[in-house]
């Protein structure tokens, strides 16, 4: 045990001492502040800004002002309601608008809920109930903004419009802010339909429909007055709208949502021993080789047998993996509980299954018995391999064997899929099944083909072990070419003296 130990502490050491294991190991950690920031820095936040050029009298820019700031306020009630389902803050106010999940709130509501006081009143009632560390609520910013006319434009005409619009649109001075859309609003509007609109860049659905929506409204108004009904009335006419009740899954409680957040931490456990059986199998192959052409495993053998350089190799590779994965797993649980932000809300959900022991106890046996499993493989490579060249000819294939029905595996989890017939093959065929287990047990999987697969896992790495061994030991010290398929069965056939 303790010339394992000396030659695990080696392994473990020589790894550590490249550079590329630190640049690895620093990866996660970059992720997660990267992706802390992407958001912020690929979105953007501020309003498009709007200008109204209304010749009819004025009536025409507050309804459009009157519809952005009612668009601005629905969005905020709605993100208000998420919020507040999502933190089961219902009880701050259970008669506010806000604490009701199970409608769209149409334009009567809106109002209602700015009366009451808008988001200001309603963060006011929810910070006195609710509890330490939950995220503060912060609402969007509004899509559009109206801007003043400059004097140029407003007084402008006809051909002369084009060319004072234009440097509105594109500003050559400097600092000065482009203006993305401008609306003009004949004064025959309503006799003619036609509205012009100027665009900094092709101009967005969303706000071409609310323009028509408003000026639509405006026009049937127009129109049922003309038939003979009264102002107000054809005003409410054209307001008339269906109530819509709404059953929609809580933000991180429905069926589907649930499950997916569920299978988080299994599946990204899964992607975990994928990488760092990956980069430390690599490393371990790459420094086995390394010695066979330096020949300094003949002053190893001179020290150690080749069944304690086996399984030193195989446990401090594994320790290498394992440091890699704690890290890794600190980092995420500093960015969940230390942290506020989309990242920490994303995390912490994901966590569930630790409070599992089951799930907890299954994750740990088959990540250190599949990467046992699976590390032994690039060991018997760097045995046979008196180069880099000549260990890729065992290596692709390998990995090849091992990578194509995990990319699979990992859709099959994301899509739900459960009990398909890949799914349970997965499961059973050992050098894939603590993929397969991982993955699956955010989803659910019975304790019968948990244990069934950990035990057939089990006896699979402990004749690997055997057979490997047999292959490592008979191939340390042999020169010469490439060993072919039946020379390397011959080996793993041979009983060591």
Same mark, same amino acid.
């Given at each position: 045990?303790?010339?394992?130990?000396?030659?695990?502490?080696?392994?473990?050491?020589?790894?550590?001492?490249?550079?590329?294991?630190?640049?690895?190991?620093?990866?996660?950690?970059?992720?997660?502040?990267?992706?802390?920031?992407?958001?912020?820095?690929?979105?953007?936040?501020?309003?498009?800004?709007?200008?109204?050029?209304?010749?009819?009298?004025?009536?025409?820019?507050?309804?459009?002002?009157?519809?952005?700031?009612?668009?601005?306020?629905?969005?905020?009630?709605?993100?208000?309601?998420?919020?507040?389902?999502?933190?089961?803050?219902?009880?701050?106010?259970?008669?506010?608008?806000?604490?009701?999940?199970?409608?769209?709130?149409?334009?009567?509501?809106?109002?209602?809920?700015?009366?009451?006081?808008?988001?200001?009143?309603?963060?006011?009632?929810?910070?006195?109930?609710?509890?330490?560390?939950?995220?503060?609520?912060?609402?969007?910013?509004?899509?559009?903004?109206?801007?003043?006319?400059?004097?140029?434009?407003?007084?402008?005409?006809?051909?002369?419009?084009?060319?004072?619009?234009?440097?509105?649109?594109?500003?050559?001075?400097?600092?000065?802010?482009?203006?993305?859309?401008?609306?003009?609003?004949?004064?025959?509007?309503?006799?003619?339909?036609?509205?012009?609109?100027?665009?900094?860049?092709?101009?967005?659905?969303?706000?071409?429909?609310?323009?028509?929506?408003?000026?639509?409204?405006?026009?049937?108004?127009?129109?049922?007055?003309?038939?003979?009904?009264?102002?107000?009335?054809?005003?409410?006419?054209?307001?008339?709208?269906?109530?819509?009740?709404?059953?929609?899954?809580?933000?991180?409680?429905?069926?589907?949502?649930?499950?997916?957040?569920?299978?988080?931490?299994?599946?990204?456990?899964?992607?975990?021993?994928?990488?760092?059986?990956?980069?430390?199998?690599?490393?371990?192959?790459?420094?086995?080789?390394?010695?066979?052409?330096?020949?300094?495993?003949?002053?190893?053998?001179?020290?150690?047998?080749?069944?304690? =350089? +086996?399984?030193?190799? &195989?446990? /401090?590779?594994? $320790?290498?993996? %394992?440091?890699?994965?704690?890290? @890794? !797993?600190?980092?995420?649980?500093?960015?969940?509980?230390?942290?506020?932000?989309?990242?920490?809300?994303?995390?912490?959900?994901?966590?569930?299954?630790?409070?599992?022991?089951?799930?907890?106890?299954?994750?740990?046996?088959?990540?250190?018995?599949?990467?046992?499993?699976?590390?032994?493989?690039?060991?018997?490579?760097?045995?046979?391999?008196?180069?880099?060249?000549?260990?890729?000819?065992?290596?692709?294939?390998?990995?090849?064997?091992?990578?194509?029905?995990?990319?699979? =595996? +990992?859709?099959?989890? &994301?899509? /739900?899929?459960? $009990?398909?017939? %890949?799914?349970?093959?997965?499961? @059973? !065929?050992?050098?894939?099944?603590?993929?397969?287990?991982?993955?699956?047990?955010?989803?659910?999987?019975?304790?019968?083909?948990?244990?069934?697969?950990?035990?057939?896992?089990?006896?699979?790495?402990?004749?690997?072990?055997?057979?490997?061994?047999?292959?490592?030991?008979?191939?340390?010290?042999?020169?010469?070419?490439?060993?072919?398929?039946?020379?390397?069965?011959?080996?793993?056939?041979?009983?060591?003296?």
């Amino acid at each position: 045990m303790n010339n394992i130990l000396l030659v695990a502490g080696r392994e473990f050491r020589q790894i550590a001492a490249m550079r590329s294991f630190w640049l690895t190991l620093l990866i996660i950690p970059l992720s997660m502040v990267i992706g802390g920031f992407t958001p912020m820095l690929i979105h953007n936040d501020e309003p498009s800004r709007v200008m109204v050029i209304d010749r009819t009298g004025g009536g025409e820019a507050r309804a459009i002002r009157q519809r952005f700031e009612l668009d601005a306020n629905r969005d905020v009630l709605n993100e208000l309601s998420r919020y507040v389902q999502r933190h089961h803050l219902e009880n701050a106010d259970p008669s506010a608008l806000w604490a009701q999940h199970d409608r769209w709130y149409g334009d009567a509501d809106v109002a209602r809920f700015i009366a009451a006081g808008g988001a200001d009143s309603a963060k006011a009632k929810i910070d006195r109930v609710k509890a330490k560390g939950t995220p503060e609520f912060k609402a969007s910013k509004p899509d559009y903004q109206l801007v003043p006319l400059p004097a140029s434009v407003l007084n402008a005409s006809g051909a002369s419009l084009d060319a004072a619009v234009k440097p509105v649109l594109k500003p050559q001075v400097k600092d000065a802010k482009p203006v993305d859309y401008v609306i003009l609003v004949p004064a025959s509007f309503g006799q003619s339909p036609l509205v012009r609109l100027w665009a900094s860049r092709q101009p967005s659905q969303q706000f071409v429909t609310t323009i028509q929506d408003v000026l639509t409204r405006d026009l049937r108004t127009r129109f049922l007055a003309a038939q003979g009904l009264s102002p107000s009335a054809a005003q409410n006419a054209t307001s008339i709208a269906p109530t819509l009740a709404i059953s929609s899954p809580p933000p991180g409680g429905g069926a589907r949502e649930a499950l997916l957040i569920r299978s988080i931490l299994p599946l990204f456990a899964a992607y975990m021993l994928m990488i760092s059986l990956m980069l430390s199998g690599s490393w371990m192959l790459q420094g086995t080789v390394e010695e066979r052409s330096n020949k300094l495993l003949e002053t190893v053998l001179a020290c150690v047998s080749p069944e304690e =350089l +086996m399984y030193g190799k &195989l446990l /401090g590779t594994a $320790g290498v993996g %394992l440091f890699m994965i704690v890290v @890794w !797993v600190a980092c995420g649980l500093f960015a969940a509980y230390a942290t506020q932000g989309a990242i920490a809300d994303f995390i912490r959900p994901a966590l569930d299954p630790l409070t599992s022991p089951g799930i907890v106890i299954a994750m740990i046996y088959f990540f250190i018995v599949g990467y046992v499993a699976i590390a032994i493989l690039f060991l018997a490579i760097g045995a046979m391999s008196d180069s880099m060249r000549d260990a890729q000819g065992y290596l692709m294939p390998v990995l090849l064997l091992i990578l194509l029905p995990i990319s699979v =595996l +990992m859709q099959a989890v &994301l899509g /739900g899929n459960n $009990g398909g017939v %890949l799914m349970e093959v997965l499961t @059973w !065929v050992p050098i894939w099944t603590p993929f397969a287990v991982l993955a699956r047990l955010g989803l659910g999987i019975p304790a019968w083909e948990v244990i069934g697969s950990g035990l057939t896992l089990a006896l699979f790495a402990a004749i690997e072990i055997v057979l490997l061994g047999r292959l490592f030991r008979a191939s340390l010290l042999a020169q010469g070419q490439r060993p072919n398929l039946r020379e390397v069965i011959s080996r793993m056939r041979a009983v060591p003296s």
